[in-house]
């Protein structure tokens, strides 16, 4: 498949079918996957950040996880998407340093999931799968001929969800 597209740290890209959707390097970053079961629209989001509201500089929406999920979903129904047939899939959020487990501040893995879950929740958008927590980082493939999300981590071998 050579409709490859890359999607850099606090970034998104949408594609039709066919393409592939991939983000290197997810630590405590979330990988946010979307696709429409019925067109084959994929999204995907390399979210930084749990809240938009949290941060000063907050004028890159791709960043964090309640601005960059509505862009991503307003990309893809551009493109055609049918929101109503969209489904989730998460990974990353990953804990990748060792800290005193009662700093909030610190667990931004765990923080990014739970605030990722809750705007699609919000957004009524099914999470079907997650490959989220750990403390290793992931690559992701976002494949929109069946929405699969295949994972790759080192150490932790290869797997889809």
Do not use: W
Not at 28 to 52: F, Q, V
Not at 71 to 84: H, I, N, P, T
């Amino acid at each position: 498949m050579d409709n490859i597209i890359k999607v850099g740290m606090a970034d998104l890209q949408v594609s039709t079918h066919p393409g592939v959707l991939t983000t290197l390097g997810l630590g405590s970053c979330i990988g946010i996957a979307l696709y429409d079961r019925s067109t084959k629209i994929i999204g995907l989001a390399h979210i930084m950040l749990p809240s938009s509201l949290q941060a000063r500089n907050n004028t890159n929406v791709a960043k964090f996880a309640d601005t960059g999920i509505v862009k991503l979903l307003e990309d893809m129904v551009k493109l055609g998407a049918c929101r109503s047939k969209i489904v989730a899939k998460l990974a990353g959020g990953a804990q990748m340093f060792a800290f005193n487990q009662y700093s909030d501040l610190v667990r931004i893995g765990s923080r990014n999931a739970v605030s990722s879950k809750e705007k699609l929740m919000e957004l009524d958008i099914p999470v079907i799968s997650e490959d989220t927590g750990g403390n290793y980082g992931r690559t992701i493939e976002l494949y929109s001929d069946d929405g699969r999300l295949v994972i790759k981590t080192i150490g932790y071998g290869t797997k889809q969800i």
